[in-house]
């Protein structure tokens, strides 16, 4: 069985619609298939329960941060209709919009008006964020490139380099845990702490309620998969694994294609 439990669609970041998503995945051998877009559940809402040839296991991935980091929970075999999962993904849904708005405004001192409106109407169901204030100021012929947009508007220190308030991790977990979900520190490796840093944050993730982690994510050098196995067995906590497809042509995150988790590990599927 190949289960890939991290996936985007154009509800967020993603390229393709749910149906084709799962279409996809079909095609390349994916038997059970997790959605877990950006901060939303939307996805799920034009989907059927059920699909012939995979099945499909509700999830989210969630912002957040720890300490000065900014990480990513995802929330899987979660209940779609618990309050808990949709008071999340609204909270969560309404601070990327609170930062858009600032965005614009942040823009329009600067002389670009409708920023957030003109930024809104290129993302798809309310999820804007920068790169649709960049697609606007290309549009409107402020700057030439997505990078050009980025450095003089939305970059590191300037007017549209607004911080972004997530609800806090505690928080995430107790909407995952009381949507009957399994909580899962997505890509572990990405966020760059050290070895020290990243066991600290594990041993509070679990203290909250965390109970696993991605070990394989997409495609990543065999020892980096070992290491994450070690820190499952080391630290109790279940093993996922999935590609964090986003969109077709980028090899390393395509549907189904990463090498199965270790032996050793508790597959996270085990608590479905
Ligand atoms: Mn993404
Ligand atoms: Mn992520
Ligand atoms: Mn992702």
Redesign the pocket.
Known sequence: MIFDL?S?TNFSDGALTPQDLISRATEKGVDALAI?D?DTIDAYKVLADKHDNIELVAGI?FSTQWESNGI?VLGLNIDLDSDAINTGAQFQTEARLIRARSIGEKLAKKGIQDAFEGASKLAHSGYVGRPHFAQYLIDIGKVSSMQAAFKKYLGAGKAGDVKQHWASLTQIIEWIRGANGIAVL?HPLKYKMTNTKLKRMLDEFQQMGGQGIEVVSGQQLPQQTQYLAQLCVQKNLLASCGS?F?MPGKHWAELGVFSPLPEKVTPVWDRF
Do not use: G, I, L, R
Request: proline letters at 0%.
């Open positions: 991290h985007h877990t950006h991935e990513h997505a964090d986003h």
